[in-house]
């Protein structure tokens, strides 16, 4: 039914939600901005770093969207010693999924150098044919990034899936049209995901592939 998977990174992949908070908060404090509450730095996770330096700031205006995006890839990226690691069962995985024919891509808020790096530091950026950045493209929930990848790997938006951790994951994939997997351990508590109806909510990452597995059962 599916064939191309299409993942969010950050509350999806990997366990950064802690240290991009903190990132955000540390970053608003060294340019004198009112620090925003976890709860806020946590719920903006997944859009691109200028709409969610506007979402966090209103009334401050586009000029701190640069001095904000230095400091918080200061700290992100080096400074910020809150541990990141890939949820249990990512790469194993990813892997036994790419073994069975899936197309892997990720869709992400992050930089293409943030994705860059990631992919660098976590070793399994091979494991996916493409990606898109909220740099390059149109920022969550717009659908726009999920458009490009459909058209340069040629599949149906039918037969794609898009699994993420936020409402703006979820949202694109259905503005996109194409059926969403929910995952519960990220950013956004599950109850916010269930009201944008994915195909199917997961708990743990390799819930996903007994998922896929159950339904190739069903089409034999």
Known sequence: MYKLLIFDWDGTIIDSTQRIASSIRAA???????VPTWEASRDIIGLGLPEAIQALFPGEGDHIIEPMRERYGHYYLGADETPTALFPGV???????????YRLAVATGKSRKGLEHVFAETGIGALFETSRCADETTSKPDPHML????????????????????????????????DTVAVSYGAHHIDRLKVLEPACE???FAELEAWLDGLSAQTI
């Not at 790469?91 to 024919?101: N, V």
């Not at 458009?147 to 994951?169: K, N, S």
């Open 91 to 101: 790469q194993h995985t990813l892997e036994s999924l790419k073994a069975k024919g």
């Open 28 to 34: 608003a404090k060294d340019l004198d901005l009112p």
């Open 202 to 204: 997961i708990h743990h």
């Open 147 to 178: 458009h490009e990848l459909l058209v340069e790997t040629g599949v149906d938006r039918r037969h794609a899936l898009m699994i993420g951790d936020t409402e703006y994951d979820l949202e694109m994939g259905r503005r996109a049209g194409m």
